[in-house]
Structure formats: C-alpha cells, structure tokens
C-alpha cells in the first residue's frame, strides 16, 4: 500500500479544522516541524513511527498501517519518533526530540534513564493530604522547565479534604509561572478543568508518587477503566505501584496521555536552567548581594538574608534551593566524569585493536 505523506511537511501543511478527521500519524502527535529532519524521499522509504510503549523485550511502535515491536535500545524512549527501517528495524533512525524528561538512574549507578519524549504538558500530580510535598513537587517543576515542558500541578482528593484552597495556595506558592489545578480524579472533572492542554495532537504526561491519581485520571481523559487502579494506605497516605512501565493512550478525538509509574527516587542532573527558572526570586535576590561569591549566608549586604528577615522568602524554600543546586551539581559531575572515563576506554580499546591488527598485518 502506497502511503502519502505530502501533508505532513510544513510548506503544505494546514491546522485541520474539526470537521475533518485527523490522519492516523496526526492522532499520534505528528507534527509538520518533525517533517523539516528528514527528505520526501527518506520520509517513503522509512515511514515515521512513534514509541507508545517501552517493554524490556522492546519497543511497541505505531505509526500509519504499522504496529510493530522493534529491537530494545537504550537510545530511545516513550513518545520518541524513529524512521521505521523494516529490512533493518534495529537501525531505525531516531529523529530529534523537541523535549525530553530523564533523570539519573535510581541506585548507586551512574547512568541517566529517559523517562519519556516528545512530551508538550506535564502534569504534575499530588494529593491534597500527607503525601503533599513542595520540595517533591519542585524537582518536578524543575525537570519540566529543563526540557522546555509546560508544568501544570494537578492537586487530586480535594473532594477529601478539609481546607483543599490551603494545599492550592502552598503549590502555587512555587512558582508564578506554574498552573494549579484542584479537582477530582474521577468523573468528569478531570476533562473540564484539564481540558486547555489536552487538545487534540498535543502530548501530555502525569507524573508524581504512587497513589495519587495519575491512572485514576488517565482513565478519566480516555473515558474507561483500561487502567488498574488501586488505594492508599490510609496510615500514612502512601500509594501502591500500580501501573509498572510507561505507555502512551490516546484520548479519542484528543491528545495522547503518558501514565507513568509513580518514582520514589527522582535525582537531577543537568538541570541547572530548570532550577534557576524554579528560583528565579531567589537567583533575581542574589544579582543584588553586596558580593558576587556570596553564599547567602551570613556576609554583609546579603540581600537573600534582608529577604529572609523581612519576611519576604521563606529560609525553607533558600535551604530547597541549596539542596536542589548542590545535588544537581554533584550528579552532572560524577555523570560528566563517567562519560570521560568510558571514551577514554573507548578509545583505549581502539587502540589496541588497532595495535593487534597492525601486527596480525605485519606477521603476514
């Protein structure tokens, strides 16, 4: 079957209205900026795909007349577009992202793991009881503002609690560039309030801890119980793991949805532009500091202390941000210094392969 995708390069290209029917491409989130990587010719002969799902025996890709499992890779991730090759489909080519979510492996390792691709709203999921945790909630907000990502915080169980506007007000106090949604996962609130953001094309993923709502409320964008869901413990508002890898589910007539397992661990590494969009009060504070090394904490003319004193910035949210700097740090060097040693065993290796055939050349 010959597939036409004239449509999707940007010259030609054209919102569709509502009355026409999305291509199976478009419905995946294709969008004429991916077209601009890639010639016609390149574009017939390897027909895009996109990673809807990541199981260890694979990658499950969909595309339009194509829904294969390709060969595992370490490269490419959730919501990643690839060039489908079907005579090589291990050398698919893995077109340029326009954002990405990764974090440093959880464990002792040093190792960066993608999370997910491609994704245009991330939805930050908490609930209004125990488990709500700015300091939580900011690592999140950060790693979006890191990957260009619109983060909006979606405060679930309102309906539960007993002063929900107080969560609403502690979670809009991290930052005036982040939304904060309060709502009820179930029914149909979810689709009302979340509605901005869930248009039809657009990506959009839930992230958070175990047990907050995130496959409650993909359920309730998709309009069915495909997804199991489970409660918390009710001594400590804890959640149980209940989706176990990350899958891509489309709304109908809508955007794509990201469910994700809930991450104790989330440690950053290279995010440093995120942190400093999080604390832009705080970094704007310490432009103006007597000196340029100041560290904020007892040096004259500090101007973060001024703040402090005056009640202006709270000393909690200064100690996030020299925690969140000081962590980022340590995890981009020693992931910098890894990357060091492995070419240099790289090339040390090429070497004596180089040396080997040399004399294996020379004997002959």
């Not at 390709?70 to 060039?83: F, I, M, N, Q």
């Not at 390792?109 to 300091?135: E, Y």
């Not at 790693?143 to 007000?169: C, G, Q, R």
């Not at 689709?191 to 409320?217: P, Q, Y």
Request: glycine share 8%; hydrophobic share 40%.
């Amino acid at each position: 079957m010959t597939r036409d995708y004239s449509g999707f390069f940007p010259a030609s290209a054209t919102p569709p209205s509502k009355s026409v029917k999305a291509s199976p491409l478009e419905e995946l989130g294709w969008q004429p900026s991916l077209a601009q990587q890639i010639s016609a010719d390149d574009l017939m002969r390897t027909p895009p795909v996109r990673v809807v799902e990541v199981h260890r025996s694979g990658l499950h890709a969909r595309g339009q007349d194509i829904d294969r499992v390709l060969p595992p890779r370490t490269d490419a991730t959730v919501g990643d577009w690839l060039l489908f090759d079907a005579d090589h489909p291990a050398s698919s080519r893995l077109l340029d992202r326009k954002s990405l979510l990764q974090r440093r492996a959880p464990g002792k390792g040093r190792q960066v793991q993608l999370i997910a691709a491609n994704i245009d709203t991330a939805f930050v999921v908490s609930s209004c009881n125990q488990d709500f945790n700015i300091a939580r909630l900011e690592r999140y907000i950060a790693l979006a503002f890191e990957a260009e990502i619109t983060p909006v915080i979606v405060l679930t169980k309102s309906d539960l609690a007993s002063d929900a506007e107080d969560y609403a007000e502690r979670a809009r106090s991290i930052s005036d560039r982040v939304a904060v949604v309060s709502l009820d996962a179930r029914g149909e609130e979810p689709g009302s309030k979340l509605a901005e953001w869930c248009k039809a094309g657009r990506t959009v993923a839930f992230l958070g801890s175990s047990g907050v709502g995130k496959s409650t409320l993909t359920n309730a964008l998709i309009g069915s119980d495909a997804i199991a869901t489970q409660g918390i413990r009710e001594d400590d508002a804890k959640g149980r793991h209940t989706t176990t890898r990350r899958q891509l589910h489309l709304v109908p007539g809508g955007c794509l949805v990201l469910d994700t397992p809930g991450m104790r661990e989330l440690q950053l590494t290279d995010v440093a532009s995120g942190i400093d969009d999080l604390f832009a009060d705080v970094n704007a504070l310490a432009a103006t500091c007597r000196f340029n090394d100041c560290a904020h904490q007892s040096e004259p003319g500090c101007a973060v202390q001024e703040a402090i004193r005056e009640g202006q910035l709270d000393e909690s949210r200064l100690n996030r941000w020299r925690k969140l700097k000081a962590e980022e740090a340590f995890n981009s060097a020693t992931l910098a210094e890894r990357r060091s040693k492995d070419k240099a065993f790289g090339k040390m290796v090429r070497g004596i392969m180089k040396q080997k055939a040399q004399k294996n050349w020379d004997g002959g």
